[in-house]
């Protein structure tokens, strides 16, 4: 193993891995190879041809992504060549472009644009293709626009949404100057298989697929002096939002994010963390009292291994793949839904305000929570829910058009009811967070202990595996819970939704013997949510679940029982876990959909 | 110079000799290793117009250690202007069935798969008889090798192998890059052969009758015969077995009208020749001693005077256009930056330098695009641009 072969780059003779690609070689030898349809979420296309480099010996220039490295070769990745043909295909590429970019949502952040920078075309000899083609806009669906007029055919997308998620919900259609990104029978997103988990607009390279933005409905309803705007930020947007105001990955910043929304206007900023705690609450209650039913009462009509329904990307999945299996998935909305309900009752409420005066708008990492939110059962406060969903992007952007210089702000807290949380509710935001959160509570209820784990932290549930398993064994439990003495907790977290598919088949199959799974719909949970800052890559996702937990373990409270607002919360509102109010506002119900 | 010999027909391919039990039986008495050892000292190239050794690539198959492998026989012949095939499968398809076979004994495939090209679906009843009887015998001999036919539905792309793989595990008809090849890992990525109809016809000759008679025709680097599909402006259009290595000249005086303009060779990826250049070109694989050579699939064309070459590179185009399977940019979008480009120029809207833009674009194709088919759009291009410039203007 770790076999080497001398290659030259440039010139310059290097010692590189066996199996490396030529790409990888550059990059480690510092030397950038532009890329389009590469990214390293997925597998290697070799279709943008911007990559190509020169081999000596070979008339034909080669795609670096494409081409590993063998001994001997003589790599040349900017002769004149190489920059000839490099300039002609972006060229290329622009002919076929919409390349409008000023009024482009993606302007500034555009890897085309960066090329066609960088390359200095500053003519278009080439003929434009766009007015030949009648492109179409999809804007139906409450989370995604696709514009084909943008599209570079790099498939990004296509191998998003086969490779990362299993979904395939866009594919290639037709071929020569006809081939197209599109779906089934080319419906329109909102109608075909789409988890709206907007993972395809992370990875597109330029403004072909983006979030459909509620911007603008968000600053009028500031500006409207008759509504209380209320906003709720999700865990995950605190270590993104920084990425995006020109920090680099891995900087939490929720004080700073908190006093920006208050400068902005919003009347009240407050927590989807106090959610999240509260959806440990229940969820957890749910899972136990599942557990009493299946293991006591040998009640058959229990369905276990019980699921988690944060994701709404991941939801909308299931609905769609496996409606046979909706029974496993817990009866709990997301913390985004949770917090939409209550604040339009209980917050309107204490606070006095009449609930249609209220505007719910949510920071999410997500594109699928525009979608969730749109969902008609999401009605239960008797208004909807949450009006206005906005991503970690929409966010920056708001921050940006304000003129705040964020950097100057002062940490400011969240404001009160509903603005409290513990360092469980931040984990949320990362894959197996949820599950760590859930152990943390569900344990210490089972057995009147904290669980097992140094310092609070459930390593083993942490991580980057696509799917991680863990058990944790019931002992001396409290009186309640006497009969799960003895049982071993068998518990699995998916992330990304081929993993999660592959966990369904086996599901399915009758083959695991899970109680309790997380599920997310996103690569690494929701801090590599769809709505994150673009790049998203494994690196910066590691870095984005460092700063997470780092955050949590800085937070005075680490468990979600132990958050006074929500035993508040309990003792005025809604009296007890599972409850009747809990039920009418808690809890949801989902819908068998078509598969295609 | 090139050789100014006459040319020569030959007919081994069609030779109708209804012995393929004895040769097939006798073959597989032999070592797999001597068998790969005539099959390479034959020099046979691949038919279909690359023109790989067909013995290394049955080699490099049958030293990979891997159990599962396969025989693909890529019968999707798209190539504007041939159609021989076609022909040999619907006259002689039982040596198609005995090479898969042998090439299956050599190489350790017990799978064989014939990719038969969607628009000759009328074959299907007669090859499947064959099929069967030939299968009949696989049985009562004990051999393990089983064909089938997988439709093709119409794509040019698909004759390209990693394409023709793609279809045939289900998916988009897209070529792959490379490497790995497919004696590495090709269908399902098992260690696949993949040879042109006619070159495994040209296997069961050498197997019949020895490497030697087929490598004392032709030339140095183009050994053996070839079949050619000729059409156009030809009193006799037809398929011709010929001895590799003749002058276009030679070709001409036989088939042409005698007002032969240009020949395309090797169909729309191939070359044109105009007349002035015939008595330099010769039809061979490259590294033949002088002159042009051309490497061809067999598609002959010609062109007389009454032709617009400008209305020949404009139908190329929107073959190419249409058939490029669009994922790489220089193919998808030079395609038609190419067909437009010529037709701006003809109606005045560009001006004439814009010929050597589309010259330098077709080069970035050459040298960029994933496969064979953006490569070589090149070929006619610039052979057609460069030699009929004023056709393309006026």
Redesign the interface.
């Known amino acids: 193993m770790n076999k080497k072969v001398n290659i030259s780059i440039n010139g310059f003779p290097v010692e590189i891995s066996a199996g490396k690609t030529i790409l990888e070689a550059a990059e480690e030898q510092g030397i950038t190879i532009p890329t389009l349809c590469h990214h390293k979420d997925l597998c ?7 990559c ?1 480099v020169e081999v000596a010996g070979q ?3 080669s ?1 670096a992504c ?3 490295c063998e001994e001997g070769m003589e790599i040349l990745t900017n002769s004149l ?1 190489v920059r ?2 490099r300039k ?2 972006i060229e ?2 622009l ?2 472009h919409n390349a409008d970019c000023t009024k482009c949502y993606r302007n500034g952040n555009c890897e085309l644009q960066t090329l066609a920078s960088e390359y200095k075309i500053m003519t278009q ?3 434009e ?1 766009v007015p030949l083609k009648h492109a179409s806009i999809d804007s139906y669906s409450p989370s995604i626009i696709k514009d084909d007029s943008k599209c ?2 790099c ?1 990004r997308c296509v191998r998003t949404c086969a490779g990362l998620q299993g979904v395939n919900a866009l ?2 259609a ?6 197209k990104i599109t779906t089934f029978f080319e419906k329109a997103m909102r109608d075909v298989v789409c988890t709206n988990c907007g993972q395809c607009v992370n990875h597109c390279p330029t403004g072909a697929l983006v979030e459909k933005n509620y911007i603008e409905e968000v600053w009028e309803a500031i500006a409207n002096p008759n509504k209380h705007v209320v906003v709720q930020t999700a865990p995950a947007v605190r270590v993104g939002l920084g990425e995006e105001l020109g920090m680099k990955p891995g900087k939490s910043i929720t004080g700073k994010m908190v006093a920006a929304l208050k400068r902005l206007g919003f009347d009240s900023v407050l927590d989807t963390d106090f959610t999240a705690d509260l959806t440990i609450i229940e969820e957890g209650t749910e899972l136990l009292t599942r557990l009493k039913k299946a293991l006591v009462d040998k009640d058959k009509s229990v369905s276990l291994p019980m699921a988690t329904s944060c994701s709404p990307g991941w939801i909308k999945y299931i609905e769609h793949m496996f409606p046979d299996h909706l029974k496993n998935l817990s009866t709990c909305k997301s913390p985004q839904q949770m917090f939409g309900a209550l604040v339009k009752t209980y917050y309107a409420n204490a606070r006095n305000i009449k609930p249609e005066d209220i505007v719910s708008v949510s920071i999410m990492p997500c594109t699928a929570k525009k979608y969730e939110a749109f969902r008609p059962e999401m009605h239960d406060s008797g208004y909807r829910d949450v009006d206005y969903v906005l991503t970690t992007r929409e966010l920056a952007i708001l921050i940006k058009q304000a003129g705040l210089d964020f950097n100057k702000l002062e940490p400011a807290k969240y404001d009160r009811l509903m603005g409290e949380s513990s360092g469980a509710a931040v984990i949320f935001g990362a894959t197996g967070g949820v599950m760590e959160a859930a152990l943390r509570t569900a344990y210490e209820i089972v057995t009147g202990r904290e669980v097992p784990f140094e310092n609070l932290n459930i390593t083993p549930v942490r991580g980057v595996d696509g799917i991680r398993e863990a058990t944790i064994k019931i002992e001396n439990p409290v009186e309640e819970w006497a009969f799960l003495d003895g049982v071993e907790l068998k518990c699995a977290i998916a992330h990304g939704l081929i993993n999660a598919k592959s966990v369904m088949e086996s599901i399915r199959a009758g083959t695991s013997d899970y109680h309790f799974i997380e599920f997310m719909a996103c690569p690494g949970g929701c801090l590599g949510g769809g709505g994150q800052p673009i790049p998203t890559n494994p690196e910066i996702r590691q870095k984005r679940a460092e700063a997470i937990y780092a955050e949590d373990e800085g937070l005075p409270i680490r468990k979600s029982h132990e958050n006074h607002e929500i035993t508040k919360l309990y003792k005025d509102f809604l009296k007890e876990p599972l409850g009747e109010v809990s039920h009418h506002l808690l809890h949801t119900k989902y819908t068998q959909r078509e598969r295609y | 110079m090139a050789t100014s010999n006459q040319l020569k027909r030959v007919d081994f391919i069609f030779r109708n000799e209804n012995d393929w039990e004895k040769i097939l039986s006798s073959t597989l008495q032999r070592k797999p290793q001597d068998l790969i050892n005539e099959l390479i000292s034959s020099e046979l190239k691949g038919r279909g117009g690359a023109g790989f050794p067909t013995g290394l690539k049955w080699k490099l198959t049958a030293e990979s250690k891997e159990k599962e492998k396969y025989v693909i026989c890529n019968a999707d012949e798209g190539e504007p202007g041939t159609f021989k095939d076609r022909e040999i499968l619907s006259r002689v398809p039982y040596k198609v069935l005995t090479a898969m076979a042998i090439c299956g004994y050599i190489t350790g495939a017990k799978r064989g798969f014939i990719y038969l090209r969607g628009e000759y679906k009328f074959l299907l009843p007669e090859l499947n008889k064959v099929i069967d009887e030939f299968d009949y015998y696989c049985q009562e001999t004990n051999l393990d090798f089983k064909i089938s036919i997988f439709m093709g539905s119409g ?1 040019y ?1 698909c004759g390209e192998e990693t394409a023709l793989m793609e279809s045939m595990e289900g998916k ?1 008809g ?1 070529p792959r ?1 490379k ?1 790995p090849f497919p004696t590495q890992a090709g269908f399902m990525g098992k260690p696949t052969v993949i040879n042109n109809v006619e070159t495994l016809v040209h296997t069961f000759t050498i197997f019949k009758y020895g490497a030697k008679k087929f490598y004392d025709l032709g030339v140095q680097y183009s050994r053996g015969t070839k079949l050619f599909s000729v059409s156009g402006d030809t009193p006799k259009p037809g398929i011709y077995e010929l001895e590799l290595g003749m002058s276009l000249q030679d070709f001409v005086y036989e088939f042409g009208d005698g007002d032969t303009k240009a020949v395309q060779v090797g169909g729309a990826s191939g070359f044109l020749v105009p007349r002035k250049k015939f008595k330099d070109a010769a039809i061979g694989f490259k590294g033949k001693l002088t002159g042009i050579s051309l490497p061809t699939g067999g598609s002959m064309m010609l062109f007389n005077s009454s032709r617009s070459m400008f209305n020949v590179l404009d139908n190329y185009l929107e073959f ?11 193919c ?6 190419l067909l ?2 010529i037709k ?1 120029v003809k109606r005045g809207e560009k001006p004439a330098s ?1 010929l050597d ?1 589309l010259l ?2 077709n ?2 194709m ?5 496969c064979g088919l953006g ?1 070589s759009v090149a070929n006619s291009f610039s052979s057609i641009v460069e030699n009929f410039r004023e056709e393309m203007i006026y």
């Open positions: 290697v296309a070799g279709n943008c041809r911007v190509v008339n034909r220039l795609a494409a081409t590993p060549k000839n043909s002609q295909i290329l590429l002919a076929e000899d080439f003929i293709l570079i055919r498939q594919t290639v037709h071929k020569g100057d006809k081939m | 794509a792309i988009r897209e890059n490497p190419f256009r249409e058939e490029s399977c669009g994922q790489c940019t220089p998808r979008v030079g395609c038609q930056q437009l480009g701006a814009y833009k330098r674009l080069e970035t050459q040298y960029t695009a994933k490569q």
